[in-house]
């Protein structure tokens, strides 16, 4: 991938491990979609039924794909179509998210969720790394 302008040469590698642990989650989910990977693992262990694993795995989808999308940006691996501020407010959300998930995972019913709780806290801590870093 082709760096376009001035991204900050420590945040390439922390983008870049992101995306690809964001691609893996997008996998997971697109293997409990196509019913690969049962639904009963994922979201705590509380779907309990093929339509609700349907709403929460195309949000969850949704959501992934806005995060690689804001992740490219930041990385100005795409043109630039929203603004630095943008991005950076969106980062910010996205690292709250992934503390709350971190969270979250630790009190799921299903081991293998709680599991999940090291990736999304690898999440945050790269997020983080991306926004705490001083210039």
């Given at each position: ?25 997008l996998l997971f989910h ?105 210039k």
């Amino acid at each position: 991938m082709k760096m376009l302008t001035n991204t900050k040469r420590y945040e390439l590698p922390a983008i870049r491990l992101l995306l690809i642990l964001n691609t893996a989650v997008l996998l997971f989910h697109i293997c409990i979609v196509a019913k690969i990977i049962p639904y009963d693992i994922a979201w705590g262990g509380r779907l309990k039924s093929d339509p609700e694993m349907y709403v929460f795995e195309a949000i969850s989808i949704l959501i992934n794909l806005l995060f690689s999308f804001i992740l490219l940006l930041r990385g100005r691996l795409i043109e630039p179509i929203l603004s630095g501020k943008v991005v950076h407010v969106m980062l910010w959300i996205f690292f709250v998210i992934y503390v709350i998930n971190t969270i979250g995972n630790l009190f799921a019913v299903t081991a293998f969720e709680k599991y999940f709780a090291i990736l999304t806290f690898m999440f945050a801590v790269l997020i983080g790394f991306i926004l705490f870093r001083k210039k």
